[in-house]
């Protein structure tokens, strides 16, 4: 079976960086899609970030676009996310999904598989 296991939140200050992995297993599928996403207390569920594993492709939410990175490491099944410039706002558990349909897609409803979350907290 899939099994995600998140790793790398924590707290820093605002400005700050921090870079969050995703260690995946089970993947037997021939195109799929990792995605990055987060919610904060309160608030919806909301995609961040994905990369295809057919061609590397990677797509970024607005609120995120010139901050984060999304890479993979094919080697080590392993996806991570960059989070630089860090802002109080980007405060949220922090889950990677996998979609095994491959679909590109930020909509956390596309997604089947998903790890237990990771806690980042950024200060002012």
């Known amino acids: 079976e899939v099994q995600l296991v998140e790793s790398g939140g924590g707290l820093v200050q605002a400005g700050g960086s921090l870079r969050l992995s995703c260690a995946a297993s089970?993947?037997?599928?021939?195109?799929?899609?990792i995605g990055w996403f987060r919610q904060a207390p309160g608030k919806e569920r909301e995609g961040v970030s994905c990369?295809?594993?057919?061609?590397?492709?990677?797509y970024y939410a607005d609120s995120v676009k010139g901050r984060f990175t999304i890479s993979s490491d094919n080697a080590k099944n392993t996806v991570y996310l960059q989070m630089n410039s860090l802002k109080p706002e980007d405060t949220a558990v922090y889950y990677c999904?996998?979609?095994?349909?491959?679909?590109?897609?930020?909509?956390?409803?596309?997604?089947?598989?998903w790890g237990q979350g990771t806690q980042v907290t950024v200060s002012s």
């Open positions: 999904a996998v979609d095994p349909v491959g679909r590109y897609t930020l909509r956390p409803e596309k997604y089947e598989y």
């Open positions: 089970g993947l037997t599928f021939d195109d799929y899609a």
């Open positions: 990369i295809s594993s057919s061609d590397g492709s990677t």
